[in-house]
């Protein structure tokens, strides 16, 4: 589906549904219910063509004066290969710890968010056998992660410095679109800002040139059902929680 198509298809599905139809709604909300954080893929190839088709959907996504501000990198194969192997090295070799030109977190949580992040994080390691204490155990679930959770496509995406946050927002806007487009195609992703951790290894394997900053990896592929990492339930808090309607 080439970029003009799809300007065409925005065009046809204006105003209205998703899918033309009164039920279209379970589609769409399907995509986004059925969407998890995967941390184990199977080593099934997912065709250039639907990559494209993702990304080329995802583009329709908001974004303030139509800015369109991400840049996307994606790596399979041998080329995948060496940028997970150049990022462990960074990490576990003599190599200076890298600077990480943004921060994802406060260096002080909020007990409502601390406790939260404290459980999924627990749940996780529990699942993926970890104990408390178990500090080799934890470094190498961490660097699953750049292995792409053994994903056979793996993104990475950049934003140029200059930006201001409001671009920051478009980019989440363009993300999830990327997420939900990859369900509807039977695929799952896992979005790991992980990778803005480490971008000395990434911009020198993948030459991502100056002015450009990472913004986080994603990694898509089908789901490895038997993996235990892929049974986490995650909780939301319902909508009276954090809603008032006025
Ligand atoms: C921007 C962003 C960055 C994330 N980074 C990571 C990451 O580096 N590694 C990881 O395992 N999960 C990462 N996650 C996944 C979250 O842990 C996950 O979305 C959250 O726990 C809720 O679970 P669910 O997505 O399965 O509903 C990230 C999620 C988002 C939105």
């Not at 406060?106 to 500090?135: H, M, Q, S």
Request: hydrophobic share 35%; with cysteine.
């Amino acid at each position: 589906m080439g970029a003009r198509n799809l300007n065409e298809l925005s065009k046809k599905n204006t105003p209205g549904n998703a899918s033309g139809e009164s039920e279209g709604f379970r589609y769409v909300d399907s995509a986004i219910t059925s969407r998890r954080a995967i941390r184990s893929f199977t080593s099934d190839l997912v065709p250039r063509g639907t990559i494209e088709e993702i990304l080329s959907v995802s583009s329709r996504a908001p974004s303030g004066s139509n800015m369109q501000p991400w840049r996307v990198y994606v790596v399979s194969g041998k080329i995948k290969l060496r940028l997970t192997k150049s990022i462990v090295e960074s990490q576990t070799g003599g190599t200076k710890p890298c600077s990480q030109p943004w921060k994802y977190y406060p260096d002080v949580f909020p007990p409502e968010y601390n406790e939260r992040r404290r459980k999924i994080g627990w749940d996780l390691y529990d699942l993926a056998g970890i104990k408390k204490g178990d500090r080799e155990g934890s470094k190498r679930f961490r660097n699953r992660n750049f292995d792409f959770f053994g994903a056979p496509v793996g993104f990475i995406f950049t934003i140029a410095e200059e930006l201001e946050v409001g671009s920051w927002l478009d980019y989440g806007c363009f993300l999830q679109n990327i997420m939900i487009a990859a369900r509807g195609r039977g695929l799952h992703t896992c979005p790991q800002a992980i990778f803005s951790e480490v971008p000395d290894p990434i911009r020198k394997t993948l030459s991502i040139p100056k002015g450009e900053i990472i913004v986080c990896g994603m990694s898509l592929g089908y789901i490895d059902e038997a993996a235990n990492v892929n049974k986490l339930e995650t909780e939301r808090s319902t909508i009276d929680e954090f809603t008032k309607f006025i």
